[in-house]
């Protein structure tokens, strides 16, 4: 089997709204890499988008299964991460979704074309946030400490997904085979 097949086992980390979907995305679309995950365990949790492993002993399982060959932990700061993740805000009638950074209303907390209040989502809401954001910390700890001691762990930081892109391009370079060289 040529070098070109052999698969890259990789994982990536990082708290809810750190941009673990975007850059898992890109990776699909810069390199010869399937978006995919094995088991039944692995594929509940892809469906959910809950990320995997959260704690020791999956990221222990998951060892057992597959030989993890790099781990991926995107490190955004938590007030950087507060403030994408508290943006959203929903007109509940029709579902629209507006962002305060990226697409906001034409008027605070109304909705564009109804006039009627925008709400927020109790997951959006700043409290509930940070206690996620805190959750992840606790739990997460102890799993880039173990990859970390396995010698497979690259943080990338930052605040931008697209300022932290090309570092993990570079880095994924060196590991797979690219589908375009003018990526």
Do not use: C
């Amino acid at each position: 089997m040529g070098a070109s097949a052999r698969l890259l086992r990789a994982v990536i980390m990082g708290a809810p709204g750190s941009g673990k979907g975007t850059v898992s995305s890109r990776i699909t679309k810069h390199f010869a890499l399937k978006h995919l995950s094995s088991g039944d365990l692995l594929r509940d949790n892809m469906l959910r988008g809950t990320g995997f492993p959260r704690t020791l002993p999956q990221a222990e399982a998951l060892d057992r299964a597959y030989q993890v060959d790099t781990v991926i932990n995107l490190n955004v700061p938590f007030e950087v991460i507060k403030q994408r993740l508290t943006a959203r805000w929903i007109h509940p009638a029709s579902g629209r979704v507006y962002n305060i950074e990226f697409n906001p209303p034409k008027a605070v907390g109304i909705d564009d074309l109804t006039g009627e209040p925008l709400i927020q989502r109790d997951d959006d809401k700043p409290e509930t946030v940070v206690k996620r954001l805190k959750a992840y910390e606790v739990q997460t700890q102890p799993v880039l400490e173990y990859y970390q001691k396995k010698g497979v762990l690259e943080t990338f930081s930052g605040t931008e997904t697209d300022k932290i892109w090309p570092y993990v391009y570079a880095f994924l370079q060196t590991k797979v085979p690219q589908i375009n060289q003018k990526a």
